[in-house]
């Protein structure tokens, strides 16, 4: 492996300034973890540069790092088809597929007071599978937790956040399956104060949860060589 070796991280890209320095910081935590490795950060929307443009420009070889909760449009076409025609680009598994996203999202849920139920804010997508994998994460939640767990999503088809919010009757909070601030981050909060009830931080907004994937992704990294 040669220090030319790229590892591109792969957002979404947000409006948000706040959002954006949560991805940024985490890249640098990559950085620091990776100091062999040339770190990149692309973005399929709002920011530049495009995955596409920047595989095009210098991703031969490169390791493309999905930074998304769920394999929807975002992961199955627009970081796919980019890394399709670049020799030796390989795209390893979303970040929404780590153990360590679980695991955050535990800790998050346990700072909720009580044992009843609570909903799992995602972003929602309009693919079937990627609804079905925080559906399963939802499952996974409930299990580690001992409570009930209702997933809603922001957007798309499927249960809305503020349906799962009525159908968890008496919900005692709302963790937030988002990475970093932004609009849809803004959305859940929204409905949180409406029901006024306790609502968690993306999973970028705090040190521990920028540090923990940070280290993930290297390790992911690395064991995939």
Request: aromatic content about 2%.
């Amino acid at each position: 492996m040669t220090a030319a070796h790229a590892l591109v991280l792969v957002a979404h890209g947000t409006r948000s300034p706040i959002g954006r320095a949560r991805v940024r910081e985490l890249v640098d935590g990559v950085r620091m973890l990776a100091p062999h490795r040339r770190v990149l950060l692309a973005h399929v929307d709002v920011e530049e540069p495009r995955v596409g443009d920047l595989l095009a420009h210098e991703g031969e070889s490169a390791d493309v790092v999905p930074l998304f909760l769920s394999a929807g449009v975002h992961v199955r076409q627009d970081v796919l088809d980019a890394a399709r025609d670049v020799h030796g680009a390989r795209v390893l598994e979303h970040l929404g597929m780590r153990p360590v996203i679980t695991d955050l999202l535990v800790e998050a849920a346990q700072t909720l007071r009580g044992s009843g139920p609570v909903v799992l804010a995602s972003a929602g997508s309009s693919n079937d599978r990627a609804r079905a994998e925080v559906q399963a994460l939802g499952e996974r939640l409930a299990e580690r937790l001992g409570r009930e767990v209702m997933v809603g999503f922001v957007g798309g088809p499927g249960p809305s956040v503020e349906a799962a919010i009525a159908t968890a009757s008496a919900a005692e909070g709302i963790v937030t399956h988002l990475l970093a601030p932004g609009l849809f981050a803004d959305l859940v909060a929204k409905h949180a104060g409406a029901q006024g009830i306790p609502v968690t931080a993306p999973l970028l907004d705090t040190d521990h949860g920028r540090a923990a994937v940070a280290r993930d992704i290297v390790a992911h990294v690395a064991a995939a060589v």
